[in-house]
C-alpha cells in the first residue's frame, strides 16, 4: 500500500479530545499499512485568538509579521498531534510549512505555492515515522520568509503535498460528511455525492459550495490527485473527487451533480452605456485596476431605439463600494447614464457535466424557479452550469424546488452536520 | 552609535498594551541612533498554557514535539512586536531562532548554543530595520531541528546574538529595577546594585539569585559583552555587569556586593563513611551517573575513634528522592552507616570579591549570624563567595542580619517590584 495524505481542519483538532481522536484515526491508517503524511489546520479559534491580539497592537498589520503570527497557530496543532500520536506508540514527528519544503512566492497573506520539496517527509516516512505538517503555510523562495497560503490554503497544503509525493489519496477531513447534491442546511433532502469529477466540483466551488475550495480542486485536477473528502468524527464513507470513478464508484455520471447557491455577492448595473466598441473593456479595465474579482457578467442586445446597452456583473458585496467609485471615475469617458448596486441577491448554480447531452435541463431549470414563483434577474451559462441571480429573500425555495426538479432529493431526510472547514 | 541589543521578558510583554509599550522604548533607541535587535520571550502565560495543552495530550511529550510546540509561544510575541514598532513608523522585521542563525546541538529542552550565524540579522539591520528575534529558540546543527534553550534561554540568545553582532551593550530588560544587593521581597533596605563584575554576578547567580542566570552570564564574560539589567517600566538605569565600571560607574569595587540566599535546594548526609580512599569517588559517581547536579560538598575530618566521617552536600529538592535511591544502591560496597535527608534548609551568601583582601569579612559575616540566632549547619567558600547552609525558617531573618551588618543597607526603604525573569 502506498503513501496517504490525511488533512485535518480546526474544527477537527479544537481542543484536547479532539487532538487525541485524530491521533487514533492516523495510526489507524499506518496500521492499516500506509505511510501517512498528515497536515493539519490551527486548533479550532486560534486563528481568530492571534488576529485579535494583532488588531490590538496595529490597525494594519504588515504582511510579513502577520504571516509570523498566524503560523504559529498550526506550530501549536501540528506539535501537539505528533505528541498525541507517540503517546499511542507510533513514532511521528511535526515539520513546518518551511521544513516540508512548501516553497512559494512573497505574496504574503495569499501567497501561491511555487514548488513543493519533500525530501525530510519523504525521508520521515520512509524511516517510519508519520509525517505531521503545519498546513496553510510556506516559505519564500527568495526571501526565505515565512508566508501564508490564504483561505483554504491548508486543503491546498495537503493536495500539493500529495502531488509532490506521488500519494494514492489526499483525504481531506472535515465536519462534514462530505459533498452534498446542496446545502444540507437549505435541502433537508440533499444527498452526500459518492462520486464526482474535477470538473464538476470546480463548478460547485465556484459557484458557492464551501465544503473544498476551488483553488485545491484546481491542483487537484492538475496533478491527477484524487481527493476524498469525509468527516473526521464518524468514520463513513464521503465524497471522492477524481478524474474518473475508482472501484465501486459509480460509473455512469450523474447527469447534475448539485445545486449550489452564494449569498455573498452583490449586483452592479451600468446603466445606459453606449453600444460601441471599446465601452465596455474601458469598464472592466477600471474594475480590474482597483484589483477588483467579479465573477458573472452580462450584457444583453442593445436597444434599437437608443443605441445605449445595460452591462451587469456581480462581485463580492464586501468590494462594492470600490467598485462603484472605481466606476464614478469612468463615467466621463464612457459616457453611461447612472450606476445601480443592489446587495440583496443570490446565485443559483445548477452544475453537472451531463447538461452538455441532455438539452431538457436548462428548460427544466427555468420552470422550476417559475413554478416556485422565483423571478431570474440575470442568467449566466457555462458547458457544464447554468447560474441565475435571484432575490436574496428567494434563494433557499429556490435551491429546494431545483433540487428536487433534478430529482436529487434523498429519499429519507438525512441528520448532517454542517459547518465551516477552517483554513 | 553602534549596535544594542535588548531582551525582553515575558512579563513585558504579557499583553496587546505592553508589547505597545515595549515598541514605543525600542524606538526610543532607534532615535538615539542605535542599531537595534530585540530578543523577546513569549508573551506573560503562553509557555504554561502550551505546557498544559501538550500535558493534555500526552502524560510524557516527546522532545522534538515538545520544542515545536513551544517555540509557538515566541513567534506571536515577536511578530507582534514588529506589528507594534511598524504601527509607530518603523521598519521591523522578526526572526525565529532559525532564521537569526542561532545553532545549537541536538538536546532538545535544554539545547547549548554551539554557534551563532547573524547574517541576516546583520543584513535587516543594516538596511535600516529594527530586527526582533525570538528568544530561547535555535536549530540543531546537524538534523535541522528546532531546539529550545532551557530556562533563561531568551537571556541567553540575548547575549549570544550580542557577541556574534559584536554589540555595544546586551541590555535585559526585567520586571526589577536591577540586580539587587539582597532579595527586596526579603529586605526591604535592599540596594540596587549600579555595577558588578562578571565573577562576582556568576556567584550570586549561583547562589540563588535569580535576576540573571548563571549560563547568561558565563557566556557574557567569556565574550566580554558588558550586560545592563533594567525594568522595562521605570525607565530608570538599572545594573551594568561587565569586566569593568564603564562610564560614570564607581571606580571602586564594593567590598561585598550582595546576599544571595536560596530555599530551593535539600541537604543528603552519608552518615559514617569509612575514611579511605577512593569511598567519596564512589558515592559522587553514583550522583553523577543518575544525572544529578549537586552544589555544595562538606566532608569534615574523620573522627579518630572510628575512623568515619560524614559526607554532606545539597542538591535540588526535586533531584532528592533520585539521589537517595542511587546512594541506597551503593550502601554495601562503600559501607556507610546510613542516609539522612533534609529539605528544611537554606542556603546563605556572601559574594564580593573584596573578600579576598579583607580578613574580617568572614567573622563579620559568621557574627551577624551568630547575633541573630542563626545556627549554621555547613559551610563552603570560595575565593570570593561564603556560603552557609541553615534552617530554612532562619532564612529571612539571617539575610537582613548580615546585609545590615556589611553595611548595605540603604538609607530609606524602597519600594520596589519584584517577579521573576521569564525565560
Chains 1, 2 share one sequence.
Not at 481527493?227 to 464513507?237: D, K, P, Q, T
Amino acid at each position: 500500500m502506498g503513501l496517504v495524505v490525511q488533512k485535518y481542519g480546526g474544527s477537527s483538532v479544537a481542543d484536547a479530545e479532539g487532538i487525541k481522536r485524530v491521533a487514533k484515526r492516523i495510526v489507524e491508517a499506518k496500521k492499516n499499512g500506509h505511510q501517512v503524511v498528515v497536515v493539519v489546520s490551527a486548533m479550532g479559534d486560534t486563528t481568530d485568538e492571534l488576529i485579535d491580539l494583532a488588531e490590538q497592537v496595529s490597525p494594519m498589520p504588515a504582511g510579513r509579521e502577520f504571516d509570523m503570527l498566524l503560523t504559529a497557530g498550526e506550530r501549536i496543532s501540528m506539535a501537539l498531534l505528533a505528541m498525541a500520536i507517540k503517546n499511542l506508540g507510533h513514532a511521528a514527528q511535526s515539520f513546518t510549512g518551511s521544513q516540508a519544503g512548501v516553497i512559494t512566492d512573497a505574496v504574503h497573506g495569499k501567497a501561491r505555492i511555487i514548488d513543493v520539496t519533500p525530501g525530510r517527509i519523504q525521508q520521515s516516512v520512509d524511516s517510519g515515522n508519520i509525517a505531521i505538517v503545519a498546513g496553510f503555510q510556506g516559505v519564500s523562495q527568495d526571501s526565505k520568509d515565512i508566508t501564508t497560503l490564504g483561505r483554504g490554503g491548508s486543503d491546498t497544503t495537503a493536495v500539493a503535498l500529495a502531488a509532490a509525493l506521488n500519494a494514492e489519496v489526499c483525504e481531506i477531513y472535515t465536519d462534514v460528511d462530505g459533498v452534498f447534491t446542496a446545502d444540507p442546511r437549505v435541502v433537508k433532502k440533499a444527498r452526500k455525492i459518492d462520486w464526482i469529477s474535477f470538473e464538476d466540483m470546480l463548478e460547485l466551488a465556484a459557484s458557492g459550495s464551501k465544503v473544498l475550495l476551488h483553488r485545491c480542486v484546481e491542483y487537484a485536477r492538475r496533478y491527477n490527485i484524487p481527493i476524498h473528502v469525509r468527516s473526521s468524527f464518524s468514520g463513513l464513507r464521503g465524497t471522492w473527487v477524481s478524474n474518473e470513478p475508482q472501484g465501486d464508484q459509480p460509473m455512469e455520471h450523474a447527469i447534475i451533480s448539485g445545486v449550489a447557491h452564494d449569498t455573498s455577492e452583490a449586483k452592479v448595473t451600468v446603466v445606459g452605456v453606449p453600444d460601441k466598441p471599446g465601452e465596455a473593456a474601458t469598464i472592466f479595465r477600471a474594475i480590474s485596476d482597483a484589483e477588483i474579482n467579479i465573477d458573472m457578467i452580462v450584457q444583453n442586445v442593445s436597444a434599437a431605439s437608443t443605441g445605449l446597452t445595460d452591462i451587469s456583473f456581480t462581485l463580492p458585496k464586501a468590494e462594492g463600494r470600490k467598485a462603484i467609485e472605481a466606476l464614478e471615475k469612468t463615467k466621463a469617458r464612457v459616457g453611461f447614464d447612472s450606476l445601480r448596486y443592489d446587495d440583496q441577491i443570490a446565485k443559483i448554480s445548477l452544475v453537472g457535466a451531463g447538461m452538455k447531452t441532455n438539452p431538457g435541463v436548462t428548460a427544466t431549470f427555468f420552470e422550476a424557479l417559475s413554478n416556485a414563483g422565483v423571478n431570474i434577474e440575470l442568467i449566466s451559462t457555462s458547458e457544464i452550469r447554468i447560474s441565475v441571480v435571484t432575490r436574496a429573500d428567494d434563494v433557499n425555495e429556490a435551491v429546494r424546488a431545483v433540487h428536487s426538479a433534478f430529482g436529487l432529493d434523498s429519499e429519507s431526510d438525512e441528520a448532517v452536520v454542517y459547518g465551516g472547514t477552517g483554513r
